[in-house]
């Protein structure tokens, strides 16, 4: 009873239709969210949309489509798939194995088998000599595109072991592609931590500006840490324009440096498993935080990237919070540098009159001060104490993946693709014959699998023979039998 | 740049001309002139390569950026299967019906495109461009000659009266066709799967992810899994003729709209290779 029921569910899981059914949903699921707008429910985009299409909304909000591929109902589907993917590769493998099981056999048959197990006899015309007739049914074969080799006695045709494998190696990699894409969601850290020219940052969640990690990544053991040692504003290599490009080393935990490289697009630094790319750069403010005795409490580079649409030209990456000695933040500094204007647009460089826009606000929001600064001048601060401004210069916007799993995803992908070569393009056959001494005389007696690409059929093989050798038609041997054809 | 317009404007003219004359050929079943347009087709080949190789030797690149240079290099590569497939067997010269409208579309909408001159960026700066492009260029002719002979066999096989069967009574029987259309849409579902693994190795390098599920990457996937349900109906479920050849048929759209249409009507990384910006 369990084994009948576990049977059935292993044929509704290798059934063809539930392939071609999961695929069209995933096919059209993408479709739909392509036309979707994603991104977190409270994000710009999506809370537009929502307004303009109040009726499709709840619909959209209900299935998870503004974060379409990681929905549930997407996520079940792909997951039905790749159990069917898995049923369906474990089906092919025991066809290819029966085939390949079937070939090897039939590269070492000789003629006595080939007559005890045919799947059909061509009964030879009186004046064919039977020594000719291999030669003629080479002939008539090679017309029908089959080309045949002789040797004992036997013509064959018979494609190598590894030609049937094609398709289940292809399935099976389809399978190791999406498990290797699963446990890389899981464990892989990806985030975008900025780093000032000059400043190291140790490789640790507080580092980061923006990080997202699967929930079986570590921090443990990680004890390397970056530095940005130099950037070129404008870098021209080779004849192209490859933009502010900075220097990125990374450095183990006795601060050793493991990698030094220039990093710009197609020009990523990998150390093992970690690949670090530069999306973005900007500027940086040299801040100290000094006490009122002018006493230097701290420093801090401030990240500050570039928009046209901004006042100063800038915005701050983020905002610098003043902690009391309990540890609570007492107010919040956002840093800004006002760049020279040339034709109209802001200039994406270091002004001039290096100056930051100091705009200090209480916990409320409200402003406490705002004003702009020159290097070495100081912004007071309220209840005491005061900003330095020791210098501009740059950052470099650092795109952070640590992912071992991304050579398995390509190694699966390459197997994917030989797999899918092979099962397109590899004639899967056997074709056999061979003389012998038969009841109604001298006979070429035959066996025959034809799988796949292969550019005849068995009808034709079957009349051109009888037409080379006979004139007469062919006699199918009782014991005619096929393999998963 | 006025030479290269010249000769795309000769281009175009030839491939017109050739898609009437298949026209012509196959309504009235004058052999000699479809026949004669496969030659017209296949000298239309001598400019567009012109005009390629000059806009490629005054740039320093390949037709890759801007719809223009998009457009041509997909229309060429369409071209060139169909012309190969046609020398070779010489049946399949009223497949030209199908297939040349859709390299006339390509080329006229590129005439009325952009023509400016796009740099090599540094996004696109890499030796993955080369492959990637001409990887979706031969999955593009691979499906279109797909689609033409799904064409021809619908057309045939709806004939009632038999007059379009006696048209195209020189093709190859309706189960060659059948046949046929199948081994292109293989073959391009190869292509578009190397295609789409040599941009996600790239996208990597260059972006720092493999896969982003951006416009133009979920649409190579949709076009991917819209001709794998096309194989597995072909050889799992042993589907054949007229509904088989219905969804290569539909699938074409999807494809162009894909290669052409998702760069112009999302906002994608991708746009560049439309749009002629950073990609």
Redo the contacts between chains.
Sequence with gaps: MIRTALRKILDTLAS??L??GT??F??LW??V??AVP?GAPNSLPVTTWAKANPVIEPVANALGLHQ??TAWLFLACVTLLGVSTVVCSWRRTKVAYLRARALRAAARESADSLAAERDLAIVLAPDVAPAEALHAAREALAELGVRTKVGEGVLRAVSPWWSVWGSAVFHWALVALMLS?LIGNLQRS?GLMGVSVGQTKPDAAASYGVLTAGPLHSWNGVHRSFRVDSLDPDLIL??????AVPTVSVLDAAGTVLKTQLV???M?LHVGAL???C?AVGLSADIAVESTARVELGRSYEPIDFSQTATDGTVPAGLLGIFDQSGAVQMRIGVTVPLDKRGGRFGEWIPAVPRAHIVVYALDGSTLVDTVIKTGEAAQLPGGGSLRLLGIGWYARL?I?DDWT?PF??AA??I??LG??IS?LARQQIVLAAVVDGPHGATLALRMRLWRNVRTTRAEIEAALAAALSGGSAVPASDDKEIDS | MTLEIIFMWITLTFYVVATIMFIVGVIFTKEKVTRRAVYVTAAGLVPQLITIGVRWARL?HGPYIGYYEVANALTLCTVVFFVVAALRNPRLHATGLGIMPVAVLLMGGAMFASKADF?????L??Y?LFIHVAFANLSFAAFAASFGLAIVYVVRARSKTGVWAKRFERLPSQQAVDELTARFV??G??LW??MI?SG???A????????S?D?IE??S??VW??Y??YL??RF??RWRGERLAWFAIAAMPVTLFCLIG?PTV?KTIHGGYIGGVDG
């Design positions: 063809a239709w392939a071609v695929l069209a995933v096919g993408g479709i969210a392509t994603q379409a591929f894409v990806d080779g004849g192209v324009d490859r933009g710009y697009p197609n990523m690949s670090i790319n999306p795109s993946v991304t995803i390509y992908m390459i994917a693709l899918l070569s397109l | 320093g740099p090599i960026t540094a996004g700066a890499s993955w293989l073959a579902f190869l799967a190397i693994v996600a190795i790239w990597n390098e260059s972006w720092g992810r493999y896969w599920w416009p979920t649409w996937l949709v899994l819209i794998a349900i597995h109906l799992t479920l998702i999302f």
